[in-house]
């Protein structure tokens, strides 16, 4: 069997799983890619309740093309829900309360052609149109000489990249006016350990829920003590221009609770392990060995698993009063941010 010019496995993979579960799942294509004479459909994938004020969470993948394990993640997630609604009772209840969204491939253009951008050569990361309030690293902080160069914005005032809306479009329909909502974003390729990344990315000024998002994480590592994460705002390690997750967050209207959340696998390791792998362009993003690709995709599940758990009764935990001013003054020591204007 000769490979098809269009199709590239990750995207068969999702239409396979879309269609086998066409049952279950509301699906539509909220914009498609064109790539070199093909074009490629970027699915969003539903289940769960239908209550417009129900909590929920939109795990996301593919933003950059190269980053194809974070893609297997949702996609393999996605694989796990539908496996257990067979017979996994808890499951049930959790979908009456709870919605899922799924975004696995939102770049499928550049991964079909193997780049971090998008076809037009813009890195969606950082295609938001808001400039960081500090100095941000040389190109990889996001720059505007040009598609030739990484990090491209995209022209200075034009609109943003279809995939960019797109994603946007989805979060603004399907979290942002909820009460409560998560997001999970899959990338890969920086760092020692894996780490879970918060708003801002624009500046170090911290995000108005920093209480909510201290809490989520002490509750996250009550219930998985050793789950290995560094949990940290995203302008720790770096600042960026156009970060969409800083843009959507902004977006948040009064009233919402929208915590986005930007999983990045850190690949360091796996290239020190295996060094072979920096003479791979896919090594860079991606453990090369089998046995090394399982370990990362079993890793994160109870991520996803948890944050399905917790958005069932926010009631429970959410903190009201002199809890939240408790959980701020905690949270500002835990991560030494500057204090609020
Ligand atoms: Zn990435």
């Given at each position: 069997?000769?490979?098809?010019?269009?199709?590239?496995?990750?995207?068969?993979?999702?239409?396979?799983?879309?269609?086998?579960?066409?049952?279950?799942?509301?699906?539509?294509?909220?914009?498609?890619?064109?790539?070199q004479?093909?074009?490629?459909?970027?699915?969003?994938?539903?289940?769960?309740?239908?209550?417009p004020?129900?909590?929920?969470?939109?795990?996301?993948?593919?933003?950059?093309?190269?980053e194809?394990?974070?893609?297997q993640?949702?996609?393999?997630?996605?694989?796990?829900?539908?496996g257990?609604?067979?017979?996994?009772?808890?499951?049930?209840?959790?979908?009456q309360?709870?919605?899922?969204?799924f975004?696995?491939?939102?770049?499928?253009?550049?991964?079909?052609?193997?780049?971090?951008?998008?076809?037009?050569?813009?890195?969606?990361?950082?295609?938001?149109p808001?400039?960081?309030?500090?100095?941000?690293?040389?190109?990889?902080?996001?720059?505007?000489?040009?598609?030739?160069?990484?990090?491209?914005?995209?022209p200075?005032?034009?609109?943003?990249?279809?995939?960019s809306?797109?994603?946007?479009?989805?979060?603004?329909?399907?979290?942002?006016?909820?009460?409560?909502?998560?997001?999970?974003?899959?990338?890969?390729g920086?760092?020692?350990?894996?780490?879970?990344?918060?708003?801002?990315?624009?500046?170090?000024?911290?995000?108005?829920?920093l209480?909510?998002?201290?809490?989520?994480?002490?509750?996250?590592?009550?219930?998985?003590?050793?789950?290995?994460?560094?949990?940290?705002?995203?302008?720790?390690?770096?600042?960026?221009h156009?970060?969409?997750?800083?843009?959507?967050?902004?977006?948040?209207?009064?009233?919402?609770?929208?915590l986005?959340?930007t999983?990045?696998?850190?690949?360091?390791?796996w290239?020190k392990?295996?060094?072979?792998?920096?003479?791979?362009?896919?090594?860079?993003?991606?453990?090369?060995?089998?046995?090394?690709?399982?370990?990362?995709?079993?890793?994160?599940?109870?991520?996803f698993?948890?944050?399905?758990?917790?958005?069932?009764?926010?009631?429970r935990?959410?903190?009201?009063?002199?809890?939240?001013?408790?959980?701020?003054?905690?949270?500002?020591a835990?991560?030494?941010?500057?204090?609020?204007?």
């Amino acid at each position: 069997m000769t490979a098809r010019a269009d199709a590239f496995p990750e995207y068969d993979q999702l239409l396979a799983l879309l269609d086998a579960a066409s049952h279950v799942l509301d699906c539509r294509v909220v914009c498609e890619a064109a790539v070199q004479g093909h074009r490629f459909g970027v699915h969003v994938a539903t289940l769960g309740s239908r209550d417009p004020l129900a909590p929920a969470i939109g795990i996301f993948g593919g933003i950059h093309g190269l980053e194809r394990i974070g893609t297997q993640l949702v996609l393999d997630y996605l694989r796990s829900v539908l496996g257990r609604l067979a017979w996994d009772e808890l499951l049930h209840r959790e979908l009456q309360a709870v919605r899922l969204v799924f975004m696995p491939i939102v770049n499928p253009g550049g991964m079909w052609a193997g780049t971090r951008a998008n076809p037009n050569g813009v890195d969606l990361m950082r295609n938001g149109p808001q400039d960081a309030d500090a100095r941000v690293p040389f190109l990889a902080g996001g720059q505007r000489l040009g598609a030739w160069l990484p990090w491209y914005r995209g022209p200075e005032g034009a609109p943003m990249e279809l995939e960019s809306r797109a994603l946007l479009r989805v979060v603004q329909e399907e979290l942002l006016p909820r009460p409560l909502s998560f997001a999970v974003d899959c990338h890969s390729g920086y760092g020692w350990r894996d780490s879970i990344w918060f708003p801002y990315a624009r500046t170090r000024r911290p995000m108005a829920h920093l209480p909510e998002m201290y809490l989520l994480k002490t509750l996250f590592e009550q219930a998985h003590p050793h789950h290995g994460y560094t949990f940290e705002p995203q302008s720790h390690q770096y600042l960026l221009h156009g970060d969409l997750w800083d843009y959507a967050y902004d977006l948040t209207p009064a009233g919402s609770l929208f915590l986005p959340m930007t999983l990045e696998l850190g690949s360091w390791l796996w290239i020190k392990k295996n060094p072979r792998q920096l003479f791979s362009r896919e090594g860079i993003f991606n453990p090369i060995k089998a046995h090394r690709t399982a370990r990362v995709l079993r890793r994160h599940v109870s991520l996803f698993d948890f944050l399905g758990r917790v958005a069932v009764a926010p009631e429970r935990w959410l903190p009201r009063g002199p809890q939240r001013e408790a959980l701020l003054q905690q949270a500002r020591a835990h991560w030494q941010t500057e204090t609020l204007p």
